[in-house]
């Protein structure tokens, strides 16, 4: 038996695959580390916007209200299911309702150290893990939102099928099964993240071996009516926010080859021309050794394999195109698939290059990857922006008149993270039929979908100023979604400026400032 043939039977059964005492050790000291850094800034960090749907959703009173509510905030209702005994344990909230994000960002970690370790050794695996948790990614570890959910179940579904493939037993079709239900109920693009790579997986390994294997497609495709108790539902409650982002003129929010630019966060930083110099390298070395030499280089590594991690890599324009046809709403969020295929990328190709010094580069990336990863998770406890409900400028007025908060994005967590005196002052004005002319619907539109499920004060903008002849208006500094600054002199207002301070920092289109006005008829 040949060389190659020796080392592809080595590898054929999962089991063969023995972790060693210090690699143990490695592991437990890595994921030490990530749940220190990760929990203290989930327990730090503020909530924001979305994650505050996410609680008062959760927090409903009873499991019937919480499913009638969850299709107006858009997403399946896993993450809801997760977070909901969480919120009952005695720690703080933010914590509570972060934890499963939390340790469903260190699975999904886990799993990509899985899938590279099967076909390279623990350092490249060690170097695709450390890429991912040093990625933008990591920012959803911290997060309550369903996007940690929807990468571990991704990485779980391919490590069940790449386990499947080396041994056979069914025992992993199970984890392929739960792996898509998983993440269809955790996002609406959860088929898509779990099926997409596996079907190019199978299908290369199906042309490779010149048979299809009926049982996995079979599999498969028993999970996928799932979508029809999650998409129906979604597509209803959301259906007032998707016509408002079609009617929208020019929506912030629409996909863009701009947004490929975010390729160059998805990798730790001064790593994007390294990977493309070794990629350069690779191809270099393969084009000047022999054809025997070339195979026996890259052979170790199943091209069904490689081609899961090329096809996660490209999730980043593949979602521009689903969000262009679909909904032309796109969020950075939703090609996280790319900075998984990336990291596994980087861990194969590397230990193809058959260089000497291959794995004193890998270990030396790695242990950076890691260090970049938790001090940026670390940072990101304590915002860097001035927080609205700690702003002196929100304090400076009339101790007793109402606050109107101009920016919807700012209105929840300002609400939430205010005195129960400041509470009652504060409101936000809607008229969804005038927002349409903004560049940014959704947030104003997300207000007015969850109204009966959310604490604070909503109100109808004609209403609330025939009832108030003179009131407060907070700018936190956004002019594509505090339309009602421009609006109120155009209709008669007064607006007298009473304190402003530089906003920090500056926006994109240049510097703006945070300010309070007094409002007169």
């Given at each position: 038996m040949s060389t190659t043939a020796t080392r592809l039977t080595s590898r054929a059964s999962p089991q063969d695959l023995r972790i060693s005492g210090a690699e143990k050790i490695f592991l437990?000291?890595?994921c030490a580390l990530y749940l220190v850094v990760a929990i203290r800034s989930a327990y730090l960090r503020p909530f924001w916007f979305d994650e505050l749907s996410t609680l008062f959703i959760s927090s409903t009173p009873t499991l019937r209200e919480m499913f009638h509510a969850i299709p107006t905030d858009g997403n399946p209702p896993l993450y809801f299911l997760l977070a909901r005994p969480f919120l009952h344990l005695p720690i703080r909230t933010e914590l509570a309702l972060r934890l499963p994000a939390v340790f469903a960002y260190l699975f999904a970690a886990w799993t990509i150290y899985c899938f590279v370790r099967r076909d390279t050794s623990r350092v490249f695996a060690s170097l695709a893990m450390g890429m991912f948790l040093a990625s933008f990614s990591h920012g959803y570890a911290i997060e309550a939102r369903a996007y940690s959910l929807l990468m571990a179940f991704t990485g779980l579904t391919l490590c069940c099928w790449q386990a499947y493939c080396y041994s056979r037993k069914s025992v992993y079709l199970c984890g392929v099964s739960?792996?898509?239900l998983g993440a269809i109920f955790s996002h609406n693009y959860g088929v898509i993240y779990a099926l997409l790579?596996?079907?190019?997986?199978?299908?290369?390994?199906?042309?490779?071996r010149r048979a299809i294997d009926p049982l996995l497609?079979?599999?498969a495709g028993v999970s996928v009516p799932a979508l029809l108790t999650t998409i129906p539902p979604t597509l209803q409650g959301q259906r007032i926010l998707l016509k408002a982002i079609r009617d929208c003129p020019n929506f912030l929010a629409s996909p863009h080859l701009s947004h490929l630019k975010i390729y160059a966060t998805m990798v730790p930083p001064l790593f994007l021309p390294l990977i493309l110099l070794a990629v350069l390298a690779l191809l270099l070395k393969l084009a000047a050794s022999k054809s025997q030499d070339a195979q026996n280089a890259t052979s170790h590594i199943p091209i069904e394999h490689m081609a899961v991690a090329v096809t996660l890599s490209l999730f980043l324009p593949l979602m521009l195109i689903v969000t262009h046809f679909g909904t032309k709403f796109f969020q950075p969020r939703y090609g996280l698939g790319s900075a998984m295929g990336l990291s596994m990328l980087a861990g194969f190709?590397?230990?193809?290059?058959?260089w000497r010094h291959a794995r004193q580069l890998a270990w030396t990336a790695a242990v950076y990857s890691f260090a970049v990863g938790f001090l940026t998770l670390w940072l990101r406890?304590?915002?860097r922006t001035t927080l609205p409900w700690s702003d002196p400028v929100l304090y400076s007025g009339n101790s007793i008149e109402p606050i109107v908060i101009a920016n919807p994005l700012n209105f929840s967590s300002t609400w939430w993270y205010s005195s129960n005196a400041m509470r009652g002052r504060l409101h936000y004005l809607e008229d969804l039929n005038y927002a349409t002319q903004y560049s940014n619907v959704v947030p104003e539109f997300s207000l007015?979908?969850?109204?009966?499920y959310t604490p604070m004060q909503l109100d109808d903008y004609h209403s609330f100023l025939n009832q108030h002849q003179h009131f407060l208006l907070y700018c936190s500094g956004d002019p594509r979604l505090e339309w009602i600054k421009q609006r109120l002199p155009n209709e008669g207002w007064h607006l007298t400026p009473l304190?402003?301070?530089?906003?920090?920092?500056p926006g994109e289109e240049g510097q703006f400032y945070r300010e309070l006005y007094e409002v007169t008829r």
């Open positions: 437990i000291i890595i739960a792996g898509i790579p596996l079907f190019v997986g199978e299908a290369v390994r199906s042309i490779r497609i079979c599999v190709l590397l230990s193809r290059m058959n406890a304590i915002p007015a979908l969850e109204h009966d304190r402003s301070a530089k906003l920090e920092p």
